[in-house]
């Protein structure tokens, strides 16, 4: 069962438009069967959410992306955990995932303008109690993002695909 639970979720993971038919079809078993696996994976958390990606550069709207490296101070009985949680519900944190390496953890953001992240850095982060050391990289243009090429080839290969 596994084998065939992983082959759908990487099924999803890559176009999450597919359709239980459709993927029903790619796995040989019914579809009933398909949207039982699926809702009973969303239930388990094991799908947690269904995204689009937009190539927002594009689109046209102005942002800033940053990844701020932290050095955290483990904090005793929780680690990290506590500090990352404080750290992801701001809503202009996307992601936050604790590294091996010279920091501890990686926090992907973004903001209007480069001032504004660098205000969240100085005024939110740095300050935590456990934050030891900052280092901030401007995102200066996305060219893959989780499996999906961007910019004018993208299209093209998306529609290349689908055929």
Same mark, same amino acid.
Not at 98 to 112: K, N, P, W
Not at 150 to 153: C, M, N, T
């Given at each position: 069962m596994k084998e !065939?639970?992983?082959k759908l979720l990487t099924a999803l993971e890559g176009d999450a438009r597919l359709t239980a038919q459709q993927l029903a079809l790619m &796995?040989?078993?019914?579809?009933?069967?398909? /949207?039982g696996m699926i809702e009973r994976m969303e239930r388990d958390g094991v799908i947690v959410g269904y995204k689009t990606l937009v190539d927002w550069d594009l689109a046209g709207r102005e942002y800033v992306s940053a990844i701020i490296e932290l050095k955290i101070a483990p904090q005793r009985e929780h680690g990290f955990d506590q500090i990352a949680e404080k750290i992801y519900h701001y809503p202009e944190v996307t992601a936050v995932y &604790?590294?091996? %390496?010279? @920091?501890? &953890?990686?926090? @992907? !953001?973004? %903001? /209007?303008t480069m001032r504004e992240v660098a205000y969240f850095v100085a005024e939110k982060l740095a300050p935590m109690d456990s934050v030891m050391a900052t280092a901030t990289h401007f995102v200066l243009r996305k060219y893959k993002d989780r499996g999906v090429i961007? %910019?004018?080839?993208a299209m093209v290969d998306m529609r290349e695909n689908m055929n």
């Open positions: !065939l639970e992983n &796995l040989d078993k019914e579809a009933g069967d398909v /949207r &604790l590294m091996s %390496g010279g @920091f501890d &953890l990686a926090v @992907f !953001l973004e %903001g /209007r961007y %910019g004018p080839s």
